[in-house]
């Protein structure tokens, strides 16, 4: 596996994945430290954390599928393009094995990313003064929630792109799904449950409540039935793509 893994980092070397990474992350921060900054503009200068945390969870649900669609249409476009499905199960590759490979490098990609982008917010508001010290554990439960959202996210991108040599169909997903991650909060709640890209939010640290025209943020408590839902969402999702990737003729 740690040989698949080096083979899919050797064959990203001249993606410019990172860039693309740094670029969506720069196009992230921008919208929600200008958010921030007209918030303290129009409140004398002082706001929460939990303004900023929920702000984060909210933009994720409309980047993170996107950029997930896009980081692993990349892994996968190279294989199609370069005809190597065929060329790996020669050379005694297993297909569940190049398939877990491109699975793992995806999510450590996007986990850097998350990682990355809770370091950039605790930065921002220590800087800005925001009110409090910086709440490590509920940044650290915003990087866990986005990540293990991501890993259903992610198990949905790679079959299709897998399954599809066009990946414009995968982006195409990725884009509806931004649009659902970020509109979730409208959907009922039956409906939430059984969309990936809702969990974003759902597993966000923080949520506002609105009462008599004033927003209020509350903690907000995953549990443990929300984690289970989606990393059983996860594992169903990628077994099954899994099982199509190791039966299909290349």
């Not at 945390?53 to 476009?77: K, Y």
């Not at 490979?101 to 925001?130: E, H």
């Not at 066009?166 to 059984?194: D, E, H, K, V």
């Amino acid at each position: 596996m740690m040989k698949l893994l080096g083979l899919e980092a050797y064959k990203l070397r001249r993606k410019r994945i990172l860039l693309m990474l740094l670029l969506f992350m720069g196009a992230e921060l921008a919208w929600m430290f200008l958010s921030m900054s007209i918030y303290m503009a129009r409140h004398g200068d002082s706001a929460p954390w939990e303004n900023l945390l929920v702000l984060a969870a909210s933009l994720n649900g409309l980047f993170m599928p996107i950029l997930c669609a896009v980081v692993v249409s990349r892994l996968c476009d190279m294989e199609h393009k370069g005809n190597t499905w065929s060329l790996l199960a020669a050379a005694s590759v297993k297909s569940s094995s190049l398939y877990l490979a491109k699975f793992i490098c995806a999510n450590l990609l996007l986990l850097l990313y998350t990682v990355l982008q809770a370091a950039a917010l605790a930065v921002f508001g220590i800087v800005n003064r925001l009110d409090g010290p910086p709440p490590v554990a509920l940044l650290a439960a915003l990087v866990g929630g986005t990540t293990l959202t991501q890993l259903a996210v992610t198990a949905a991108q790679l079959w299709l792109s897998t399954r599809l040599p066009n990946q414009s169909f995968a982006l195409c997903l990725g884009m509806l799904g931004g649009f659902a991650g970020m509109t979730a909060g409208f959907f009922p709640a039956a409906i939430r449950r059984i969309l990936p890209w809702a969990y974003y939010t759902e597993l966000s640290p923080i949520k506002t409540v609105y009462d008599s025209g004033s927003v209020i943020y509350e903690l907000q408590t995953a549990g443990v039935a929300l984690p289970a839902v989606v990393l059983l969402m996860a594992i169903i999702i990628y077994l099954a793509g899994s099982r199509h990737a190791s039966r299909q003729e290349y």
